[in-house]
C-alpha cells in the first residue's frame, strides 16, 4: 500500500523568506505526485504535478517542486514567499489509488 | 466556469437524522470522490465511483452512502449521523482517478453532528 508523510505539521516563515515543503511517500514503483493548496475556507487547488521526465517541476503561484527518487521526496519550494501564501498544503500521490497526506499549514509573519 | 458545486456549505444536525449532502460537476468527468478532512489526518477517501451506477468503497466508508445515478451528480448520504462524522467534506472529480490533470475539488461541507 501507498503512504504519504508530510514531516512538518506547521511551519513559519517570514514574508520575503524561501519555503521548503518535505513529502516523502512509500509505493512500489514511480507515482504519480502532486501538491494542493487550501486557503481558508476554501477548497484545494492543484498547484503542480509529476509524472515523469524532467524532476524539477514548475507550478503556480511561484511554486516547484523537486522529484528525488533515490529519496522517495517530492519536496515543495518557492524562492520568496508572499504573506498571500499562508494556507495549508497537502502533497498527494498517485499508484494504485489516490493518497493525500496530513498537511502542513504554513503562516507568514509580515 | 468548470466547477464542483456541493451543499450545503455548512450544516449542523442532530444524531441520527438522515441527510445528504449533494455533489455536482459541470465538466463531464467520469470519477467523483468523496472525502472527509480531520485535523492532523489530511484527507481521507469515503467513497468514489468510476461512473455512473459505479461505486466503490474507500478508505473510510462506515456510515456513508452514495449513488450515482448520473454522470454529474455524486450525493453523499448519512442514513443515521454520530458526532463521530462531525467533519469537513470535499467533493472531487477528474476525468480519471490518475488523470494527469489532477482533481477539481469543491468547496467544501463543514459537518457538525451533535
Known amino acids: 500500500a501507498q503512504s504519504v508523510t508530510q514531516p512538518d505539521i506547521h511551519i513559519t516563515v517570514s514574508e520575503g523568506a524561501s519555503l521548503e515543503l518535505r513529502c516523502n511517500y512509500s509505493?512500489?514503483?514511480?507515482?504519480?505526485l502532486f501538491w494542493y493548496v487550501q486557503s481558508p475556507g476554501q477548497g484545494l487547488q492543484l498547484l503542480l504535478k509529476?509524472?515523469?521526465?524532467?524532476?524539477l517541476v514548475q507550478g503556480i503561484k511561484g511554486f516547484e517542486a523537486e522529484f528525488k527518487r533515490s529519496q522517495s521526496s517530492f519536496n515543495l519550494r518557492k524562492p520568496s514567499v508572499h504573506w498571500s501564501d499562508a494556507a495549508e498544503y497537502f502533497c498527494?500521490?498517485?499508484?494504485?489509488?489516490?493518497?493525500f497526506g496530513p498537511g502542513t499549514r504554513l503562516s507568514v509573519l509580515p | 466556469e468548470a466547477q464542483v458545486t456541493q451543499n450545503p456549505r455548512y450544516l449542523i444536525t442532530v444524531t441520527g437524522k438522515k441527510l445528504t449532502v449533494t455533489c455536482s460537476q459541470n465538466?463531464?468527468?467520469?470519477?467523483m470522490s468523496w472525502y472527509r478532512q480531520d485535523p492532523g489526518l489530511g484527507l481521507r477517501q469515503i467513497y468514489y465511483?468510476?461512473?455512473?451506477?459505479?461505486?466503490d468503497k474507500g478508505d473510510v466508508p462506515e456510515g456513508y452512502k452514495v449513488s450515482r445515478k448520473e454522470k454529474r451528480n455524486f450525493p453523499l448520504i448519512l442514513e443515521s449521523p454520530s458526532p463521530n462524522q462531525t467533519s469537513l467534506y470535499f467533493c472531487?472529480?477528474?476525468?480519471?482517478?490518475?488523470?494527469?490533470?489532477?482533481?477539481?475539488f469543491g468547496s467544501g461541507t463543514r459537518l457538525t453532528v451533535v
Open positions: 472531487a472529480s477528474s476525468l480519471s482517478p490518475d488523470s494527469i490533470y489532477g482533481y477539481t
Open positions: 509505493y512500489g514503483a514511480t507515482p504519480y
Open positions: 509529476y509524472f515523469s521526465g524532467d524532476t
Open positions: 498527494a500521490v498517485y499508484g494504485q489509488n489516490f493518497v
Open positions: 465538466m463531464n468527468h467520469e470519477y
Open positions: 465511483s468510476m461512473n455512473v451506477e459505479v461505486t
